[in-house]
């Protein structure tokens, strides 16, 4: 066994692992990949100010994200296909987030669906929505959403149309994998993978198979979740499914403050800064550079996290100490999970704690809310007004 010391360990394994159909689909951005790359090479050009003879002792990391208990500020970010990269990968992570004590979000495009998730798990987990065109499956998923007891809807704003990721169409991205010659020659090299497959639970979406009208296989269905994202969804329509499901709500793909004010308008719980991986709009900025700007348009009106670029906990604590109250891992997780499944995803939680913990302490901090721009170096015009 290895000896795992970052998220770039778990990366490794997870290349030589993971078939690379499902490799690119998470390890990649939409057109040339710029703010996929600058989500996290952005947290390069913040510094940390070292401080010595401080008393250490007592240290923790544990906090609240919308009023819940968490071991440390960072949920697992809602991930779609998970359980291609692992047999039940949603259930596994799942598991592992409630074990380690953080939020678990279920991605609408998941292979396990809410009820198995739910079935596997013993506690609430947050549940991610996409909003579609069809309002009565719409309705059903929240409906079900509820049933499972999920204790937070995530909403995603910034997938109204689908940005063009170049990888996935040249793979011909399904799930599961359609077998071309260039499909089954890399599956070949992947035989763990495979072996692992065969005694999964589900191979396709399961949130959607059986609960959609004309929607029994997977045949058609690429092309149906295509067409059926809601280019309508404006602020009024968000505001209908918040009350509709009558719970914490956590609005996914803000990068603008004007967006950020607009959250406030309907009465959102939180905003996440993201913008959705470097996955839609190639060529805008950074969720870490867009946090300033979002902090500064709404205070502490409402709870202001941070998803995208993520790899370390280096990059958690500048987040927060940036000013955010909650962060996401995606791919980091997913590497965890790819390379070793359940175990796998906790190691990656583990690396991110210690990697927290330890900054924390050597910035002269032994409390998540010690954690002000004060221990950064942060260039002056870092996240400043753009000119229009």
């Known amino acids: 066994m290895p000896v795992i010391t970052c998220i770039e360990d778990l990366k490794q394994i997870y290349h030589r692992r993971v078939p690379r159909m499902f490799y690119d689909y998470a390890e ?10 600058e989500n996290s090479s952005d947290f390069d050009d913040i510094y940390l100010r070292q401080r010595v003879a401080v008393d250490m002792t007592g240290r923790s990391t544990a906090t609240q994200m919308i009023g819940q208990d968490v071991a440390m500020p960072v949920a697992l970010a809602p991930v779609g296909l998970t359980g291609m990269q692992s047999a039940d990968g949603e259930i596994k992570a799942a598991r592992a987030a409630e074990k380690f004590g953080v939020p678990f979000t279920l991605s609408t495009m998941s292979i396990n669906s809410i009820e198995e998730v739910a079935e596997a798990t013993t506690k609430p987990f947050w549940f991610q929505l996409y909003t579609m065109r069809d309002t009565d499956y719409v309705s059903r998923l929240i409906q079900r959403a509820k049933d499972a007891k999920c ?5 995603t704003l910034d997938l109204q149309i689908l940005g063009q990721r170049h990888k996935d169409l040249k793979n011909g991205l ?17 035989w763990s993978w495979g072996i692992e497959m065969l005694g999964a639970k589900r191979r396709n979406f399961g949130n959607i198979v059986g609960h959609v009208q004309g929607i029994s296989d997977n045949s058609d269905l690429a092309t149906w979740t295509k067409e059926s994202f809601d280019h309508s969804l404006d602020w009024a329509k968000v505001a209908k499914i918040k009350e509709e499901w009558g719970g914490p709500v956590i609005l996914k793909g803000i990068l603008d403050a004007e967006d950020a004010k607009m959250a406030l308008q309907v009465g959102a719980d939180a905003i996440i ?9 190639d060529g805008a900025i950074s969720s870490i550079r867009a946090l300033p700007s979002i902090l500064d348009a709404v205070g502490d009106q409402i709870e202001v996290h941070l998803d995208s670029g993520i790899r370390s906990g280096q990059d958690v604590l500048k987040a927060l100490a940036m000013g955010a109250s909650g962060t996401y891992i995606g791919r980091a997780f997913v590497y965890g999970l790819g390379a070793m499944g359940e175990a796998g995803v906790t190691k990656a939680l583990e690396v991110i704690h210690n990697e927290l913990d330890i900054t924390m302490a050597l910035c002269g901090r032994r409390k998540i809310d010690e954690l002000t721009r004060d221990i950064l170096l942060v260039p002056e015009d870092f996240g400043g007004r753009w000119q229009g």
């Open 151 to 155: 204790s937070a809807l995530v909403i």
């Open 28 to 37: 990649s951005g939409s057109w040339t990949e710029q703010t996929f790359r």
């Open 174 to 190: 399904s799930a599961p994998p359609k077998l071309t010659p260039a499909t089954i020659a890399n599956l070949m090299t992947k």
């Open 273 to 281: 800064v993201s913008n959705h991986g470097g996955r839609q709009l």
